[in-house]
């Protein structure tokens, strides 16, 4: 696939407008300086801070120092070994910053948002203004990177460009599970009535584990929404432990109802069933039909393991319900992060469908990577095997029924063949693959000298 053009451009680089200096609009800033462009990044603070923001440095981290795993056993490892590859600001700056924590990478806040302040102030090709911006510029390329707490304003803009279904301001998320490590001889696969064909995992349960599992729900830890997010729950998207909260029987007749789903053991249907629907293209991920949830992580680790077929179960990914800005990307972005139907407009970091700080300063890079080479008519995506591939496979690839933000796991990859018995040795085979699937790719678009 080739980028989009613009009818109006010319054989000079153009300005190019970034609006937020958070962790994926400084990443794309510096990308595009790297490639000799000028850049103008606006940033609100300090002359107006979100709830969630209290330093007047960029790319301030808000609710955790770590950026998750570092070993290639764990994807996001991965996703931060490509962008150290690719010369990223980003990880400049964690690995400048890096505090011990075992086998994770953490930084120090301050130091962190310190070295990407002081990189971006002092590079000759970025104008830092300090600015709100509440209109997006008419002109120019534009990256919008307003980050999970978008302005009104800005808001507004995104909805007008992608039209009010596709624009959403909180997650409603249900667990995902590696399919691998369920249990199929307690589960099976069926369509409710038989329709649709073998479409869905069934996780049975009887009175007994059923009445349990409603009370675990019950007294379960669950996070308390931050002051700025004030979630307002909607009856069609209610978190399990609220219903739970209504009546022993309430999750029996609504999400977990076994009516139509006999048994094959018994031939019976069982008192209640957990459905699990096909979340990717690969079927190496089902996600919790309608488990929504704000337990706390742990929490949800050994309440829903208690549920029959999912005692070793692995989550990609676990549940969660927060304030956060986001686009339907399958329907509203090209692959290349453009706004569909305008063409210089460009989405990066979270406001596309990623999750967390690795994944938003990798979106950043790509949007900037694109950005910076629009004129060239080539193929730029990276390869569908990197991390980077899969990440932006997840954002134009997914069902747009139901699309929901998601971290980078592995099972968003192309699966290998022949495939590694152990998991561990599945999952560093895939890194292998994909770091040299990288190498390629970066060196045929010459990313390696930064030009």
Same mark, same amino acid.
């Given at each position: 696939?080739?980028?989009?053009?613009?009818?109006?451009?010319?054989?000079?680089?153009?300005?190019?407008?970034?609006?937020?200096?958070?962790?994926?609009?400084? &990443?794309?800033?510096?990308?595009?300086?790297?490639?000799?462009?000028?850049?103008?990044?606006?940033?609100?603070?300090?002359?107006?801070?979100?709830?969630?923001?209290?330093?007047?440095?960029?790319?301030?981290?808000?609710?955790?120092?770590?950026?998750?795993?570092?070993?290639?056993?764990?994807?996001?490892?991965?996703?931060?070994?490509?962008? /150290?590859?690719?010369?990223?600001?980003?990880?400049?700056?964690?690995?400048?910053?890096?505090?011990?924590?075992?086998?994770?990478?953490?930084?120090?806040?301050?130091?962190?948002?310190?070295?990407?302040?002081?990189?971006?102030?002092?590079?000759?090709?970025?104008?830092?203004?300090?600015?709100?911006?509440?209109?997006?510029?008419?002109?120019?390329?534009?990256?919008?990177?307003?980050?999970?707490?978008?302005?009104?304003?800005?808001?507004?803009?995104?909805?007008?460009?992608?039209?009010?279904?596709?624009?959403?301001?909180?997650?409603?998320?249900?667990?995902?599970?590696?399919?691998?490590?369920?249990?199929?001889?307690?589960?099976?696969?069926?369509?409710?009535?038989?329709?649709?064909?073998?479409?869905?995992?069934?996780?049975?349960?009887?009175?007994?584990?059923?009445?349990?599992?409603?009370?675990?729900?019950?007294?379960?830890?669950?996070?308390?929404?931050?002051?700025?997010?004030?979630?307002?729950?909607?009856?069609?998207?209610?978190?399990?432990?609220?219903?739970?909260?209504?009546?022993?029987?309430?999750?029996?007749?609504?999400?977990?109802?076994?009516?139509?789903?006999?048994?094959? /053991?018994?031939? /019976? &249907?069982?008192?209640?069933?957990?459905?699990?629907? !096909?979340?990717?293209?690969?079927?190496?991920?089902?996600?919790?039909?309608?488990?929504?949830?704000?337990?706390?992580?742990?929490?949800?680790?050994?309440?829903?393991?208690?549920?029959?077929?999912?005692?070793?179960?692995?989550?990609?990914?676990?549940?969660?319900?927060?304030?956060?800005?986001?686009?339907?990307?399958?329907?509203?972005?090209?692959?290349?992060?453009?706004?569909?139907?305008?063409? /210089?407009?460009?989405?990066?970091?979270?406001?596309?469908?990623?999750?967390? +700080?690795?994944?938003?300063?990798?979106?950043?890079?790509?949007?900037?990577?694109?950005?910076?080479?629009?004129?060239?008519?080539?193929?730029?995506?990276?390869?569908?095997?990197?991390?980077?591939?899969?990440?932006?496979?997840?954002?134009?690839?997914?069902?747009?029924?139901?699309? !929901?933000?998601?971290?980078?796991? +592995?099972?968003?990859?192309p699966a290998m063949k022949p495939r590694p018995r152990k998991r561990s040795e599945r999952r560093l085979a895939l890194a292998q693959r994909a770091l040299d699937d990288l190498h390629t790719w970066r060196r045929r678009l010459n990313i390696a000298t930064g030009s």
């Open positions: 696939m080739q980028i989009s053009r613009s009818p109006a451009e010319g054989p000079e680089r153009p300005l190019v407008s970034i609006i937020g200096a958070g962790l994926a609009g400084c &990443e794309a800033a510096w990308q595009l300086a790297q490639s000799g462009h000028a850049i103008r990044l606006y940033e609100m603070k300090p002359q107006q801070f979100s709830p969630a923001h209290h330093s007047p440095l960029l790319g301030e981290l808000v609710c955790s120092n770590s950026l998750r795993g570092a070993a290639l056993t764990n994807a996001v490892g991965l996703l931060k070994e490509e962008l /150290r590859a690719c010369r990223s600001l980003f990880m400049a700056a964690a690995d400048n910053a890096a505090v011990p924590a075992g086998g994770a990478l953490a930084v120090d806040r301050d130091a962190f948002a310190q070295y990407l302040t002081d990189k971006i102030s002092s590079h000759p090709a970025i104008e830092l203004v300090r600015q709100k911006v509440d209109r997006i510029p008419e002109e120019g390329w534009v990256i919008i990177a307003p980050g999970p707490l978008a302005s009104a304003e800005i808001s507004e803009e995104i909805r007008r460009l992608t039209g009010d279904e596709h624009l959403y301001f909180y997650d409603a998320i249900a667990p995902i599970i590696e399919a691998e490590s369920i249990d199929f001889s307690k589960a099976w696969r069926a369509s409710r009535y038989g329709k649709g064909g073998d479409d869905y995992i069934n996780c049975p349960m009887n009175r007994e584990q059923y009445l349990q599992f409603i009370s675990d729900l019950r007294t379960a830890e669950k996070v308390q929404p931050r002051e700025f997010e004030q979630l307002r729950h909607f009856e069609g998207c209610m978190p399990i432990e609220e219903m739970a909260a209504r009546g022993e029987m309430t999750l029996a007749f609504g999400p977990m109802k076994p009516v139509g789903l006999p048994d094959p /053991r018994t031939g /019976r &249907e069982p008192f209640a069933v957990l459905q699990l629907r !096909q979340d990717n293209r690969h079927a190496s991920l089902y996600n919790m039909v309608g488990f929504q949830t704000k337990l706390k992580h742990p929490e949800q680790k050994r309440i829903f393991r208690t549920i029959p077929g999912l005692e070793q179960a692995r989550f990609a990914r676990l549940g969660s319900m927060h304030r956060n800005t986001f686009v339907n990307a399958p329907r509203c972005l090209e692959r290349t992060l453009q706004i569909k139907g305008h063409p /210089r407009l460009f989405l990066a970091g979270q406001i596309t469908g990623v999750e967390g +700080y690795v994944e938003s300063a990798a979106c950043g890079f790509l949007a900037g990577l694109f950005a910076a080479r629009i004129a060239e008519a080539e193929t730029l995506l990276p390869p569908p095997t990197t991390a980077l591939g899969a990440l932006l496979a997840h954002l134009h690839g997914s069902d747009p029924e139901g699309f !929901q933000p998601m971290n980078v796991n +592995y099972g968003l990859f």
